[in-house]
């Protein structure tokens, strides 16, 4: 088992910041691959962002490239998403989740954090 806290979430305005921390304890944190989706009232979970577990690859939505990174520290447990340009479309109910070699509905889910842009 795995336990997953997302946190930072927050009103901001369009093209404002937000960095998104996610805590992880239990299992081996530093062997899964880590990910953020999100989802948006009326609209189903979508990815956003994903990183392996030695950093050494990571994806994007092309919603989010350019604007969102993601990055992990192992030796605290965490995983982040920074964001910048935010935009209202970008408003969501935001998750994190791990995997260990299975599909991402089959992994460990953290609460979500919830992020509303706008002015």
């Known amino acids: 088992q795995v336990q997953l806290a997302g946190s930072g979430g927050g009103l901001v305005q369009p093209g404002g910041s937000l960095r998104l921390p996610c805590a992880a304890s239990g299992r081996t944190f530093n062997s899964a691959t880590m990910g953020w989706f999100r989802q948006a009232p009326g609209k189903e979970r979508e990815f956003v962002a994903s990183?392996?577990?030695?950093?050494?690859?990571?994806d994007y939505a092309d919603s989010v490239k350019g604007r969102f990174a993601v990055s992990r520290d192992n030796a605290k447990n965490a995983m982040y998403l920074q964001m910048n340009s935010l935009k209202p479309e970008d408003t969501a109910l935001y998750y994190c989740?791990?995997?260990?070699?299975?599909?991402?509905?089959?992994?460990?889910w953290g609460q979500g954090t919830q992020v509303t842009v706008s002015s």
């Open positions: 989740a791990a995997n260990y070699g299975t599909p991402w509905a089959r992994g460990y």
């Open positions: 990183i392996t577990w030695n950093s050494g690859n990571t």
